[in-house]
């Protein structure tokens, strides 16, 4: 077999040496268009796990590398004149440029052809020359760019410039360093990588860099001012470059890694923010996998089919944690007020890899400062300190998300949801939420979903309340009101969601007359005396949520329903005093609020649920959402509930773990108010994690308590808490420890005699 590979950086020359040492008879050729002392940035770090596996493929490089490892285990975070330090980590680094020397003595040594200040040939002759092609040309690969039709790669420019330099002595942990300057916030990101030189980058938001004005400085006076700023932390010691210059980083994804006989690999497949320190990992693990895929399938296609497979979901899920990371730099200002411990552990979890219960069992001592600054009692986890809205005392921070049960008849509430809500409410959360319940008969979903707008509805709702609070004292129930707008009169969930009835549909009406989706029922555009009406109604079934008993309620305002539909200028194209500007969408929403609010008790707190993006172009955005917050907010919202997306059939949502607490995040620290974060938090280290760093206030969970009614009590009892934070009830308590399995161990002999 021949092999091409465009590119000498450490991706493309690992995957060289690996081919040829598995295969000696290979060809296999290197271009790189730079001397072969030539290199650009300064150290690499790399992960005990890549490391791993490079021990195992190739153990020569292995030896040769650790000869030159520097290895440290503290993070320092530097912020306002105090310095945090959290041990435990376990970094190893080492310079770009041995790195590569290793690499070249490798490939020469198993007989790689490597060619220096050489363009590699076209792709086309290439792929007609050679069985394999391998692209490992980087972030602005010509590969890529020329079959661009094939790979169909996406490429989003973020708001941060960065420049990467170095300094002549170690840092002796990993060091991030905050500067408050007169133009903005400024950050250093430091680590050492040899025992007399360190990596320094310098990074802030655009319009930092602008006011700033680097955007004028050349190479060197940048470099002078950056030592300036960061002097403190630099000692006083001057910064060095190499071809360094100002840029802001790309994300880079391809819908395809391979086309016919050519394969992208490295950056020219996908890039991931240097802050989780993945780009030389990522290039190191791919060229691990195609090798090992090579050896393992019977054919080139199937071998590249593999390579993809095992490699996307890793990269998807690291390119997911850089993202949350870079986010998280780029918006670094509202974190600046933070409890300096806070502040840390914040920016230590930033990524969501990082959690609150491995980063306690890398220092405990610091995750214990950090809890008992932010008020947690001896022994109790995060999730289990109080919290107040108004004149309601949650004991924990847990909720158990509205639902749809589809289960009701005629509006009503039965035996199925006392059951399904009251296990929730004995299972511990503090909080237990109805499903969206109607304000009017047209409002609903389904014909399956409950109501409150007759008085038999409101006497089954306060059968639930008596029994929970009866059952289970100090466990809050609140009621989630709305009105489906567009996207109601359709089928119970499992017989077809979001799809019309096929007989026995109801009118629908919305804010605009546009059907949700093709094939969906039009709706009206709802009149002046209609909204009056629906007002009425909403206020009508807060009356009635009042003397059924529920502790909170809660306006619903997301997922494309009548409210949501309002706020959305996909789907408000209304001309009238509701359409038009923010301030006019919000206008309905915030009147049905203040009507409800009118006859909600005044001890009892009043959310809000809204969807932060409609993630669709021309929708809702962050700053939207942070605008419609603040205004919810005035208003007199205790809470707002932060979800997103549902709103329009044609979004394109970017799923993940806890892929929706950012937007909480950022309307926490942006407007002040208490947040609930909601989606794909799974665990109960993830809500540990969140209110510890401040993200949120409560978490809502939905899919987890389908899973198991009682996860509050459970998650209680795997981290051996009983408190009064997570109440066992009487009959339960018996079951407040994990019941044995089996037996694990063998039986030990009673007598060793000799022989």
């Known amino acids: 077999m021949r092999i091409a590979i465009i590119g000498g950086g450490p991706g493309g020359l690992y995957a060289a040496a690996l081919l040829k040492r598995l295969e000696p008879s290979r060809e296999i050729t290197v271009w790189e268009r730079n001397a072969p002392d030539d290199t650009f940035g300064f150290g690499v770090v790399l992960s005990d796990e890549t490391l791993g596996g490079i021990e195992h493929a190739d153990p020569a490089v292995f030896e040769a590398m650790q000869q030159h490892f520097t290895r440290w285990d503290d993070i320092d975070i530097v912020h306002r004149g105090t310095r945090q330090t959290s041990g435990g980590h376990g970094f190893a680094a080492l310079g770009r440029k041995r790195l590569l020397e290793i690499l070249h003595t490798r490939c020469r040594d198993l007989g790689v052809d490597l060619r220096f200040r050489s363009e ?27 079959y661009a039709q094939a790979f169909r790669p996406h490429l989003t420019t973020h708001r941060c410039r960065y420049i990467w330099l170095a300094a002549d002595f170690a840092f002796d942990a990993f060091r991030f360093e905050i500067a408050e300057t007169e133009h903005g916030v400024m950050q250093l990101h430091g680590y050492p990588y040899a025992p007399d030189a360190s990596t320094v980058i310098v ?8 006011a700033a004005g680097f955007e004028d400085a050349d190479e060197t006076e940048s470099v002078e001012r950056c030592a300036k700023i960061f002097a403190e932390a630099l000692g006083g010691r001057p910064l060095h470059s190499n071809k360094s210059a100002w840029t802001t980083f790309r994300t880079v994804t391809n819908e395809r890694w391979s086309h016919g006989n050519i394969v992208l690999l490295g950056d020219a497949a996908h890039t991931a ?4 320190g993945s780009g030389t990992k990522l290039a190191v693990e791919d060229a691990l996998a195609l090798a090992a895929c090579m050896r393992e399938q019977p054919s080139l296609d199937k071998a590249l089919a593999a390579y993809e497979e095992e490699r996307r979901p890793v990269v998807a899920s ?26 840390a552990f914040d920016l230590l979890t930033r990524s969501r890899r990082v959690t609150h219960d491995n980063l306690r069992l890398r220092d405990a001592r610091f995750t214990g400062a950090v809890e008992r600054e932010f008020g947690c009692p001896p022994g109790t986890p995060p999730m289990f300190t109080p919290f107040r809205l108004r004149g309601l005392t949650l004991r924990n921070r847990v909720v158990v998300s509205p639902m749809d049960m589809y289960s009701a008849v005629d509006g009503v509430p039965g035996d199925f949801h006392l059951v399904h809500l009251g296990a929730r409410a004995l299972g511990g959360a503090g909080l237990v939420m109805t499903e969206m319940v109607c304000v009017s008969e047209e409002g609903r979903i389904t014909p399956g979903c409950t109501g409150l707008y007759t008085g038999r509805q409101a006497e089954s709702w306060k059968r639930i309340t008596d029994f929970v609070h009866a059952q289970s004292p100090g466990t809050a129930i609140g009621v989630q009101l709305g009105h489906s707008g567009r996207k109601g009169s359709t089928k119970l969930m ?10 026995g549909n109801w009118p629908l009406v919305a804010a605009s007359a546009l059907p949700y989706k093709p094939g969906s029922q039009t709706p009206r555009e709802l009149t002046r005396a209609q909204l009056t009406d629906i007002r009425e109604q909403f206020t009508s079934a807060a009356w009635r949520a009042a003397r059924a008993g529920f502790d909170l309620l809660e ?5 494309g329903y009548l409210l949501s539909g309002f706020l959305s200028p996909l789907t408000n194209h209304r001309t009238d005093a509701y359409g038009g500007s923010p301030e006019k969408r919000l206008r309905f929403p915030l009147e049905v609020f203040d009507a409800i609010r009118g006859v909600w008790p005044e001890e009892r707190p009043m959310t809000v649920r809204i969807s932060a993006t409609d993630w669709a ?9 942070v605008a419609i917050a603040r205004a919810f907010a005035a208003h007199g919202a205790d809470a707002i509930d932060v979800s997103t997306g549902q709103v329009v059939a044609e979004e394109q949502p970017e799923f993940g773990r806890s892929y929706q607490t950012p937007y909480a995040d950022r309307i926490r620290h942006t407007v002040g108010i208490p947040v609930i974060a909601v989606g794909a938090i799974s665990s109960w280290d993830d809500v540990n994690s969140l209110i510890l760093a401040g993200r949120t206030d409560l978490c809502a969970l939905a899919r987890p308590h ?5 996860w509050t009590l459970h998650a209680a009892a795997e981290q051996g808490y009983d408190g009064p934070g997570a109440v066992w009830p009487d009959p339960y308590r018996a079951g407040s420890r994990r019941p044995r399995t089996g037996r694990m161990d063998a039986p030990k002999p009673r007598l060793t005699l000799g022989t």
Do not use: K
């Open 706 to 710: 389908l899973y198991d009614p009682h």
């Open 494 to 503: 499992w017989e077809g969601m979001d799809e019309p009835l096929p007989d």
């Open 555 to 559: 306006l619903h305002c997301a997922h």
């Open 318 to 343: 690291t390119q997911r944690a850089a993202r949350a990371s870079l986010e998280w730099f780029e918006n670094l200002g509202l974190y600046l007020d933070q409890p300096p411990r806070q502040f």
């Open 203 to 210: 990074e802030m938001h655009e319009d930092v860099w602008r």
């Open 617 to 625: 172009e021309g929708g809702n955005s962050a700053e939207d959402a």
């Open 120 to 146: 590699a040939p076209y792709p086309e002759w290439l792929a007609e020359t050679y069985d394999l092609v391998i692209a490992a040309d980087g972030v602005h690969s010509a590969t890529r760019e020329a």
């Open 273 to 276: 923010h240097f802050s989780i």
